[in-house]
Each structure stands twice: as structure tokens, then as C-alpha cells.
């Protein structure tokens, strides 16, 4: 089912029918070619406009110098409002055919772009006198290996059909008389078209979407936080509120998006709204809670999940969050006495029995907090916070048996690249570099972007004095990472970068930073790297800032 705006459609219709309708001489009919313009949701397919770039002879139709111009302006008209060509469309006459090798290769073209490309066929010949749907076919390929063809259902979105028909068939007449047709170019007519059809201008850019179904708006918002775009996200949410403004769920996402864009404040108002709507879903103090706790204002959290127990009190996740948010201002005690309260409720959930262990260290009640964390592994050992608070409560203490217990993390989770990294942290921490070096690169081989095991591995290499696998290292790391994305440099820069740091001497400092500048370098890379490679290393790990 193809989706069309009314709009498109006359400007096709009537492009096809000013050249071949019933009132155009048979000896001068004129094919005519355009572009479709639209856009996919969800591998739905909508078409909003249409490019009107030649009309040609009886038979045959193709591009010419001017035809070329009007695609590329078509492609920008397009391009600012977040659309693009999604097929193309001919006319025919009665007795000609469009299923050809060249309508063949001109739909293969679009089809191997988009494998759901269209192509129209305008019959303009039957407009006026036959049923509508019969007087055009929407079509594609099959498949790009196929010669055969596949005829569309459409449905126009914005109108009824008959409104549109009574619209094309008024307007034909008019048109036909106004305009003398070899005087005028297609740009021309299609410029007229646009001021024509156009629907009133829209107050908001957003009204576009004002027809699409708030399902469908809502699974574009969804394809569009995958694609990382949140803000245009949240308008979209913004719409389907605003057609139904008690829908709890919609302000569930909205705030979500917001909490993605690190706006927490906002994120709570629209957290907030959401219990208006829905006051007996827990989940929504939680959310409101672990908003404030975001925003560093624990005691806020506090005070919401305070009065949640009030209303909820038996529910396991409400006492367990409060117990966090109290050990985050160090209030230990009651800490300890909510999340008990949420073990005792649940004795099975493995976070609960971490958090128990958690505040137990911080408690410096060590030997408690090893036996809830060995508890959390054991009810889950899928949970690798509960083998890295296990095994790094000992790494100082008892390097060995930190080892030992990280190996056995890694029977129980084979492919985490954090684990691996840990058993190299310890060998590095006891001077043991060569035994670090097969974890650290088997972390690296699991997780390739993972900075402290190649920093771990860089150094190692270095202090076994293999300076020739150091600077290969070096360069293995920028090809890991899109230096030019996330770095802003260029992949000559970078090399020049690592043919500068094969000159420099181990050991020398970076002098090129000011020294406030060099503090913040070395907190943040956690150790003051060696030569001007390291420059890269921190623009990479602080894109945001522009270090010179």
C-alpha cells in the first residue's frame, strides 16, 4: 500500500494529461517524466511531491540539459525537508506499452538504491472517460533480479479519491486553455502546480505529519531515537500528545528522550505528568527518583520514594532505590535498613543482594560485603558488576585470588572484554607486565574500542622495552576508532601524529598544552602519556573540547 498526498498526484495527472489527454490530437501526444519525491516510515512509503522534468514524443520521453537542472533542484527542495526521490513516473499513450527494457533498466536504477522505489504509469488517454484507478498503475520490480512486475495499492491521505478526481477534472479545462503548451517549459508549469495545490502554510513545520496516524508518528519518533535523533524524536511525541494529552505512555517517552539528552529537569516534569495520569504505577516515582539522583539531588529522590512507601509498601524496587540513594549521602545505616527491607521482600534478585554488598563496604564491613557479592554471582552469573566488586575488593589484598575469581567470571561469561581486562589490571599492578599482555589483548579482540585495554597494552609493550610493537599499537588504536568523527582530525593528520611520536623520546612531556589544560588531561586520561601522539588520544576521549 503506497500513501499519497493529494498534491503529488494531481501534479502528475495533469502533467500527463496537458501532453496526451483526450482533447490533445492523437499525432501530438507527448510522453512526460518526472520524479517522485517522498519519504519511507517504517518501510511505508508516502508520497508527498513530484518533479515535472520533461515531456518528450509520441513514443519516447528523456532528460535534456534543462531536465538535469530541474532534478537537482528538485533533490534540495527535498532535501530541507527531510525527504528524498523515491521513484520516478512516464505517461503513455493507449497503444503504447510501458512494460520495456528501458522502463526495465530506469526502475532498476531507483530499485538498487531502494529496494522500495516506485515508478507511476499514467494512462492520460482513459483520465477522463474510465474508472480513476485504472487510468494509472503503481508499480515496482519484483525483485532487482527480476523482469517482473508488481502493481501497488495506494491510498491518498490527505482527500478523498472523488474530491481529488472532481479537483483534476475541474481543473483540466482551465488549465488546458490557459496555458499554450510550446511555449512552455515543464519548470514553468510544475512552479504553477506547486502554487495550486498547495495546502495553506503550515504555522509549524511539524503539521506536515499532521495526517499520518499517531501509530505510525509513533513509530517514526522510535526509528528516530535509534537513529540517535532525539530531538526531532520528542516533536514527533510532541504531536501524538497533543492529540491524545492523557496518554500516560507519551509523556513516559518524552521524558525518557530527555533523560537520553542529559535534560533531566525536563525529564522529570514529563515523569511527573505521567503519574498525574497514572498515580498507582510505582514505576513512575522510580523514574522520578532516579531523575533527581541524576541532577545530584539525592534528597529530592529521597523525599519522592519516602512518600511512594507510603502508598506502595511492599514493593521491592521502591526500598531498594531509597536504600542506594541514602548510602549516596552517606546515611549507611538507613541505607542498609531499605535495601534488607527489599532483600527481605525479594530475596532472590540478584541487584538487591549487590546493593546489600555495596553498603556493607562502604560500611567497611569487607568480609559481608565479598559474601552478597559472591550471593549476586551466584544468583546471577551473567552479572558482571557482581564479579568486578567481588574480584576488585581483593585486587590490593590478595592479587591471586582476585585472578582466580575473574577467571571465574570469564567461564561463566567468555565473551566479556571487561573481565579479561581486569586479570591485565592486576598483572600490571604487580609489575607482571608480559603476563597482562595476552588479557589485555584478548579484551582488545572482544571490545576493539576499548580504551583502558589498549592503554594497558601500550604501556606493557613500552615497560618490556618493544617500542617497535608500541607505535604499531598506536596506529592499530587510531584505525580502530573514526578519527575523523569522533576526533575532528583527519586520517593524514593522525598519521602524521604517529610519525611524530616515532621521533620523540620515551618519557618526554607534552609541552604544547597550557598547564591548567594538562591537569584536566591527566584526570582525565587517567596517566600523562608519552609525545604528541597522546594529543589524539585526548581529542578522541574529548571531542567536545578543542585542544590546540
Known sequence: MIKIYSKALKKIIIHALLYGGREVHSRSF???????????????????????????ELLSVEFGPKGYE????????????GSFVIGWYCSIPNRGSFYNPVSHKNQLYYQRMNKLAIAIVVYPEKILDSNFRDCFEIVRLEDNLSDSWVKLDFEIIDENLEEVIKHIKGSYQKFFEIFDLEDMDDEYLDNYLDKEYERPKPESHL????????KEL??????LLKKQDISKAIKIFEIILDRTPEEPNIYKYIANSYDQLGKYYKSIIYYKKALFYEPN???NYLKIADMYQKRHLNRWGIKTLENAKKKF??????????????????NHELGLQNCLKAYELDPENHVYVYNLGSIYSNLRKKDKALEFYR??????????DGWRCLGGNIENSAPKS???IYKEGIQKNPESFWLQYSIGRVFIKTQKYKNAIPYLEESIKKNPNYFQAWEGLRHCFRLIGQTGTYYMLLKQYLENLDIVIKSKISREEAEQIIADAKKEVDGSIIKTFKEKESEEIKKDVKFMSYANWDKAIVIIRNPEKDYK
Open 313 to 330: 509498601v511492599d514493593f521491592a524496587d521502591i526500598y531498594n532505590m531509597i536504600g542506594f540513594l541514602y548510602s549516596k549521602i552517606n
Open 218 to 223: 509513533e513509530d517514526l519518533a522510535f526509528t
Open 70 to 81: 530541474r532534478v537537482f533542484k528538485f533533490d534540495d527542495k527535498l532535501l530541507k525537508k
Open 281 to 283: 504505577n510505582a514505576n
Open 402 to 404: 582476585a585472578i582466580k
Open 375 to 384: 550471593r549476586s554471582v551466584n544468583l546471577n552469573p551473567q552479572f558482571i
Open 30 to 56: 507527448k510522453m512526460v517524466l518526472g520524479l517522485l519525491g517522498g519519504r519511507l516510515i517504517k518501510d511505508q512509503v508516502y508520497l508527498e511531491d513530484a518533479c515535472l522534468v520533461e515531456h518528450g
Open 207 to 214: 503539521e506536515r505529519y499532521d495526517d499520518v496516524p499517531s
